[in-house]
């Protein structure tokens, strides 16, 4: 009987079945190359960065939620906008003041050591609010109790403290980081009134406050708990207050003229669907704008955009004012809500470009050892413009049109670009490049 001679491992071996010829293989299987990881997934692969996301997200839920929880349960109760919108005003008021000096505390003494216990102080505020309605208190304890809730710390910005510390160096990966915290913050505005408005029309008037409250203080243990990915604290830091660094102001003004373009976007097409009598699919309608917020943030941070945050700024800002007039045509030219809300939809693509370019110039422009603080005051322009833009869209809406109130984002946008064009690249000082500024 013939012996088999040797072969080869990358022979193949021929044999023959019934009617068929079959070819097997043993030599070795090459193998693939890994697929590279997306920029979003590098980013939460770092140690620990998943955890403080989660928590980070379940905090900065109840942002959407409670100033709309807070107007439903106090005018379901009261019967009264007027007394509801006041009492959510004195608290937008109050945290423009307190904010920025829970965010310098967090600076000096740790996000865990100075968070927690003023999102329970915050929590306790809110608690009080939802007993004093309940139970039928003198109106003035709503404005104190809502006032309480001005010592939420900001969630997104000690989020952002931790990228920034665990990239330190890595302008690119920074930059992603950024665009993703940008999507969590359309993604819950997004879904905190919806959410809102579920809780108090299905359960009782109190339920979205119950809800946003242990929201807010579940979402705040859990990212205070991951403390290894917590930014180191500098207690006897040199540095100067964050107002007074080179190019600060310029940018809060731009954060205060791109604030009133939301605060006046919101309160406009809010009076627009009730003018066609379709009040409750505002909601739907300032939702889209937001989704498309969202998507664009996400789809900005996976591409590397050329030249500096600065030279960037203005061409963000020039397309957020041009896509804003969509809105303004689809509600003057045709009148319809449907072509408005796809109008919105279009126009929310430019809002977290422009924010996230913002914000990376917000941390480069910030000294040393004072991130939180530079990041809270972003924030508190912001709210300030989604105050004088919520006012001047509904002086607009009353006296003239909801239509015509379209062109107060406009002038905002415009009012923007214009400050950082000013103020940013044509009088900027030229010896200071933003990208050769330290990223903490």
């Not at 019934?18 to 920029?39: H, T, W, Y």
């Not at 605060?263 to 406009?268: A, I, R, W």
Request: aromatic content about 6%; proline content about 6%.
């Amino acid at each position: 009987m013939p012996q088999p001679t040797s072969r080869s491992r990358d022979t193949p071996l021929l044999t023959v079945t019934a009617d068929a010829l079959v070819a097997v293989d043993f030599g070795p299987r090459g193998r693939r190359e890994p697929r590279a990881k997306g920029p979003y997934r590098r980013l939460l692969a770092l140690p620990g960065a998943r955890a403080f996301t989660a928590g980070n997200l379940i905090a900065r839920l109840p942002m959407g939620m409670l100033s709309v929880s807070a107007v439903v349960m106090i005018a379901g109760t009261r019967g009264s906008y007027a007394l509801a919108g006041a009492v959510t005003a004195t608290g937008l008021a109050a945290t423009a003041v307190v904010a920025p000096w829970t965010a310098r505390l967090v600076d000096r003494y740790g996000q865990a050591r100075v968070a927690l216990p003023a999102t329970v102080f915050a929590v306790l505020g809110s608690l009080a609010l939802l007993l004093c309605v309940r139970h039928g208190a003198p109106d003035w304890t709503l404005f104190a109790s809502y006032a309480a809730t001005a010592t939420t710390p900001n969630t997104g910005g000690m989020s952002r403290a931790r990228w920034a510390h665990l990239l330190k160096g890595d302008a690119e990966a920074l930059h992603t980081a950024n665009s993703f915290e940008q999507a969590a913050d359309e993604l819950c505005f997004m879904l905190g009134p919806v959410l809102a408005a579920f809780l108090c029309g299905t359960f009782f008037p109190e339920a979205g406050t119950l809800v946003g409250a242990v929201l807010l203080l579940t979402g705040v243990l859990l990212f205070t708990a991951q403390r290894s990915t917590e930014p180191p604290v500098e207690r006897r830091s040199s540095a100067g207050a964050p107002l007074r660094a080179p190019g600060m102001r310029p940018l809060l003004v731009v954060c205060l003229a791109t604030g009133a373009v939301f605060g006046s976007l919101e309160v406009v097409t809010l009076a627009f669907a009730d003018e066609r009598g379709h009040r409750s699919a505002a909601g739907v309608v300032l939702a889209l704008q937001a989704a498309g917020s969202c998507a664009a943030g996400l789809l900005y941070g996976a591409v590397r955009p050329a030249g500096s945050a600065r030279s960037r700024l203005p061409w963000c800002l020039a397309a957020m004012t041009a896509l804003m007039v969509l809105p303004l045509l689809a509600a003057g030219l045709t009148g319809s809500l449907v072509l408005l809300a796809g109008a919105l939809l279009v126009a929310g693509m430019a809002t977290a470009p422009t924010m996230v370019t913002t914000m990376t110039l917000v941390q480069r422009y910030t000294p040393e050892g004072r991130l939180n603080e530079g990041m809270t005051l972003a924030v508190t322009g912001l709210l300030g413009g989604i105050a004088c833009g919520s006012a001047a869209g509904g002086w607009t809406v009353e006296h003239v049109s909801a239509t015509a109130g379209y062109g107060v984002p406009v002038a905002a946008a415009a009012t923007a670009l214009l400050v950082a064009l000013c103020t940013l690249v044509l009088f900027g000082p030229s010896n200071r490049s933003t990208d050769s500024l330290p990223t903490h």
